[in-house]
């Protein structure tokens, strides 16, 4: 399938439409071996215009972005026009993300996370999550934000909270985008931990100007 991705996202609308909900899915960028990063160590090193059509588009259709901390931090996440939903184990808001208005800045955490307290002062009981002891338990992390109405969920990684979420079996579906360049190097691709095995259909797949934008789905 070929489409050539123009002004009017109208149809990136409905080719990306989710068919149920609760919905989480991923979306990356990465090079054509592999690179998740460019140069400079950030997603933006590599995106393109046929990629910011799809991010924006997706973006369009969620009801909250989520993000683990590191990568919020890493690039420069702040307040958006959906909810922003922050994983963490440390329980610590990134620095751009304080000072959002209420309810624009959601953090999951754990029962033990050292910075709890710190997180409901910044941010309010209510839009702190607590799931699991020790460690964030994943597999409750969709029916949690479903609770909230966030039921169209845009994960926007990193790699290990992608992997993670895999792990978990709470993945509905991967965005990726195939940009046409090489890196090598030692740069993360994206997803990043211990081995996995996931099976994916593939949904569409679109061409422009030789970047590749495929959905794949999990079941």
């Not at 009017?8 to 899915?25: C, F, H, I, K």
């Not at 709890?116 to 964030?136: C, K, N, P």
Request: overall charge negative; aromatic content about 2%; proline content about 6%.
């Amino acid at each position: 399938m070929r489409v050539l991705l123009g002004p009017d996202t109208n149809d990136l609308r409905e080719l990306y439409a989710v068919p149920r909900t609760p919905w989480l899915r991923l979306n990356f960028v990465s090079t054509v071996d592999g690179a998740a990063q460019g140069p400079d160590g950030r997603s933006g090193g590599i995106n393109n215009a046929p990629d910011k059509a799809v991010f924006d588009t997706l973006r369009g259709l969620a009801d909250a972005v989520l993000v683990g901390a590191g990568t919020a931090r890493a690039e420069g996440y702040r307040p958006a026009a959906v909810p922003i939903v922050v994983v963490t184990r440390s329980g610590d808001v990134p620095q751009l993300l304080r000072g959002a208005d209420e309810g624009r800045v959601v953090l999951v955490t754990c029962a033990a996370s050292p910075g709890l307290a710190e997180a409901r002062g910044l941010l309010g009981d209510a839009h702190v999550v607590v799931l699991g002891q020790d460690a964030v338990d994943l597999g409750a992390l969709p029916g949690a934000l479903a609770d909230r109405g966030l039921r169209n969920v845009l994960c926007e990684g990193g790699p290990h909270l992608a992997r993670d979420l895999l792990a978990a079996g709470v993945v509905d579906e991967l965005c990726a985008t195939t940009v046409p360049r090489l890196l090598a190097g030692a740069a993360l691709g994206i997803t990043d931990g211990p081995g996995i095995d996931v099976a994916l259909r593939l949904h569409t797949l679109l061409e422009d100007g030789g970047t590749l934008l495929a959905r794949w789905l999990t079941s």
